[in-house]
């Protein structure tokens, strides 16, 4: 009976750091809002200067939970010096995509480049309904896109045409698989392989087939402020079957955070600006390139006995340095608002007020 409370107890690992972490989010709102209020009537380069400190100092306190308080270790591969050496640039980072801690390993990887409060994301347009978050990660100029012939290409081109002539340090994140590619949904992973048999191109197993379209409208419009693509590419430990040794599905928020994967390795390839195709033909195929690439890695990073990328990792350690005062800033603001019956009901207010005139922002703006 005590082995199965600690089983137990074990499974909820990832109850008290979440409602910590989605606790503060009406704190973070609010003092959004006071920013964004202060700095309406200047020019947008202020807020988004406020904003991005903002943004980074939440990230770092999401860091604390996800990288810190997990033990995960952090492998990197390839060219680490852009990473490690922290000079920082304007780039579009590309990475295959299989769960939502794909997200998290973006924060992981700008952090150690001082770039955290820098990230823009190109999302799925239903994402923009996501309480709080979707509404915010649109002020913080990130894009919500449809798939297929409903993409809006002119909204698109004017949103990156914003952030090109403001100059503004980005790092644009896009997952041009357009959903995530999961060994249990095999008629997901089918239908990608048929679509590239009809394109030409050789089936992938462990990728889906890329769309093109985004990554060619962003580049299009911020090629010339974007000094190279990153090309990112993601394995979590613990997706194997060890008995069939087939790929099983990665980790979601919750697993990771329970200590589903103990290990996170990220292959990154920079590729100068100056060797992306222009012309879109060519693009298409460049993209579909930097995918059967990615398959490579990750055929062998899943090959018998090998569970690492080709070459030789750099083990990155982020201390508490960079993530302890965001725990004592946004904790500490929960701490006191629910500290109170007053504050308490503002807490509450306050999320659903966000969550709800956000909805309807987003609709509006749709």
Not at 39 to 57: H, K, V
Not at 305 to 311: A, C, L
Request: include cysteine; glycine fraction near 6%.
């Amino acid at each position: 009976m005590l082995l199965s409370l600690i089983i137990y107890l074990q499974s909820l690992k990832w109850l008290v750091p979440t409602f910590i972490m989605l606790g503060a989010s009406p704190c973070y709102m609010t003092v959004w809002a006071g920013w964004r209020a202060l700095t309406a009537i200047l020019p947008r380069r202020y807020y988004r200067f406020g904003d991005d400190i903002l943004y980074s100092s939440y990230q770092r306190f999401i860091l604390f939970f996800f990288e810190n308080c997990t033990g995960v270790e952090l492998f990197l591969y390839g060219d680490t010096d852009c990473i490690v050496t922290q000079q920082k640039e304007n780039v579009l980072y590309m990475s295959n995509h299989q769960c939502t801690v794909d997200w998290l390993v973006c924060d992981m990887v700008a952090v150690r480049q001082g770039m955290l409060g820098n990230l823009r994301y190109i999302l799925k347009d239903g994402l923009r309904y996501f309480p709080i978050y979707g509404f915010y990660l649109a002020q913080h100029d990130s894009l919500y896109v449809k798939r297929g012939g409903k993409f809006n290409v002119a909204r698109a081109n004017r949103q990156l045409a914003r952030l090109r002539d403001d100059k503004t340090l980005t790092w644009l994140i896009i997952f041009p698989e357009g959903t995530r590619f999961n060994p249990e949904l095999p008629d997901v992973i089918e239908k990608s392989q048929m679509y590239a048999s009809d394109e030409g191109y050789k089936p992938l197993n462990h990728v889906l087939t890329p769309r093109y379209k985004a990554v060619q409208v962003s580049l299009e419009q911020m090629r010339s402020i974007i000094s190279a693509v990153y090309d990112v590419t993601i394995a979590y430990s613990n997706t194997q079957n060890e008995e069939t040794d087939e790929r099983v599905a990665s980790p979601g928020m919750i697993e990771f955070l329970s200590g589903a994967s103990r290990q996170i390795h990220v292959h990154l390839k920079r590729i100068d600006i100056r060797d992306v195709p222009e012309d879109e033909e060519e693009l298409r195929h460049w993209l579909m390139d930097r995918f059967q690439q990615k398959e490579k890695l990750l055929s062998h990073f899943y090959s018998e006995g090998s569970k690492q990328f080709p070459g030789y990792p750099i083990k990155s350690k982020l201390g508490l340095t960079p993530t302890l005062p965001s725990l004592i800033i946004w904790g500490g603001l929960l701490a006191v608002s629910l500290a109170t019956s007053k504050g308490r009901t503002y807490h509450w207010q306050s999320f659903l007020g966000f969550s709800v005139l956000g909805c309807i922002w987003m609709s509006i703006r749709s």
